[in-house]
């Protein structure tokens, strides 16, 4: 436990409707790479303060880092020397089921903070796109060859 969450951890201890100390506390936890924990705080700050942009924007940043965390724990690669992307171990399939989730989320949430036409959200959902074709095709290739 860190100063800095220690003093949020005490803020939100003394108040538990600080939408901002738990927001800030969501925040430090995504910078810290604990995407899962910073998506779940995001959660509940939004549920303190709905529909703030903010909030909003960084549960899309939190819940996006945590899909292409988990897309790299389900789906273990190496690169070629020549740069060409390969299976080296084995595939999670069940997890990569619930990677559309998290991606629909994402873009839900960029939706709300930054607009359905803004550079961001359609960055994040291309993002999501590629990801999910790629496991789309994965768990074709998984099923078809019976692994």
């Not at 003093?7 to 939408?19: M, W």
């Not at 390969?86 to 989730?101: F, H, N, Q, Y």
């Not at 629909?104 to 607009?115: F, K, P, Q, R």
Request: proline share 3%; net charge negative; aromatic share 2%.
């Amino acid at each position: 436990l860190t100063a800095a969450e220690a003093a949020y951890r005490t803020a939100i201890a003394a108040n538990p409707l600080n939408s901002k100390a738990v927001s800030e506390l969501g925040m430090m936890l995504l910078q810290g790479g604990e995407y899962e924990k910073a998506t779940a705080v995001q959660r509940a700050a939004l549920a303190l303060k709905p529909g703030d942009k903010s909030i909003h924007n960084t549960l899309g940043l939190s819940l996006t880092r945590h899909a292409l965390e988990v897309s790299k724990i389900c789906v273990p690669r190496t690169l070629s020397p020549e740069g060409v992307p390969s299976l080296s171990g084995d595939i999670d399939v069940g997890a990569l089921r619930t990677l559309s989730e998290v991606w629909d989320e994402a873009v839900a949430s960029m939706t709300i903070a930054h607009g359905a036409d803004s550079e961001t959200t359609r960055r994040i959902r291309a993002e999501r796109a590629n990801h999910l074709n790629f496991l789309a095709a994965l768990e074709g290739e998984v099923i078809r060859q019976g692994l």
